[in-house]
């Protein structure tokens, strides 16, 4: 009979935590993938380790026994581990990492780079697409994308400040149309939209004390990434509605002017994620570490 460490790690934890997302928590797994653990050692070995209920999680009688004999060996492991880690010295090896394209420049400068420049022996590789992929199947490492849209079995590591939007124009296309005051105002008005990578045409979000909004704009251009969004407002053929980020020096320089600044609230923040597992491959720790450190 086999029994993989990852599952005896699960089955300590949740026994000197007394709770699946405590446990979780600490081992960095979701709680799906950690109660899959359990659960499975508990199928091989043909015997409940838990008693489980909405309140509370405790030892069954088997539990108890098995934990008493498992837990000397496991310190041990890990003892040996760690002491292997910390002779290793500086990671090697590959990272593989996937995002899309905004959020690759969003992070190049204050974190990957000074990545690399850390652990230069580590072959760093990114790729970026629009889609939202399965990274396991794929053969990524990890990912970057919005919270909101991380896949609920991976573990999420936030990385940097929320995320703002933001609707600018032209001085020209402004002297132009005049200013909306409020989202309403945007039937009235020239957009140019954006097709997302799902092929649907993106309906501008809006909120301010409590109402939000999701607008279907009017226009007659349709484009699908941000610095063609950014070229077509330009030249003044209408509003855009884009991340902060991506309208930042134009908004600095005067070539773009923002409206409905008050409509347009932070929300998610960008997120490194990875499918939950004990014992990262050292490059990966590396990262993450990185993203702790910075806070």
Do not use: C
């Amino acid at each position: 009979m086999r029994s993989g460490l990852t599952e005896l790690e699960a089955v300590l934890a949740v026994a000197q935590r007394g709770s699946f997302r405590a446990a979780a928590a600490e081992l960095e797994m979701s709680t799906s993938a950690l109660s899959q653990s359990v659960a499975a050692l508990e199928a091989r070995l043909g015997t409940r380790l838990f008693h489980r209920t909405t309140r509370s999680v405790r030892l069954t009688e088997a539990g108890e026994r098995f934990v008493a004999e498992v837990a000397p060996a496991i310190a041990g492991i890990r003892g040996a581990m760690e002491r292997a880690g910390e002779s290793a010295g500086a990671p090697t090896g590959t990272l593989r990492l996937n995002t899309s394209v905004g959020a690759a420049r969003r992070l190049m400068k204050p974190l990957l780079i000074p990545y690399m420049q850390r652990y230069p022996q580590v072959q760093l590789e990114l790729a970026t697409e629009a889609r939202l992929i399965d990274i396991v199947r794929e053969g990524y490492d990890a990912g970057f994308r919005t919270l909101d849209i991380v896949p609920g079995d991976m573990v999420a590591v936030p990385v940097g400040p929320p995320i703002r939007h933001a609707v600018v124009g032209s001085p020209a296309y402004f002297a132009k149309h005049g200013r909306p005051s409020h989202p309403g105002d945007l039937a009235r008005h020239v957009a140019i939209r954006a097709r997302l990578p799902s092929g649907h045409i993106y309906h501008w979000e809006f909120e301010r004390r409590g109402e939000t909004l999701a607008v279907d704009v009017p226009g007659v251009v349709t484009l699908d990434e941000p610095h063609l969004l950014r070229e077509a407002a330009l030249a003044g053929l209408g509003l855009i509605y884009v991340s902060e980020y991506d309208a930042e020096a134009d908004l600095t320089a005067g070539r773009l002017e923002r409206v409905l600044d008050d409509w347009t609230p932070p929300f998610d923040r960008l997120a490194l994620y990875y499918p939950g597992r004990l014992h990262l491959p050292a490059p990966l720790r590396a990262l993450v570490n990185l993203i702790k450190e910075a806070g």
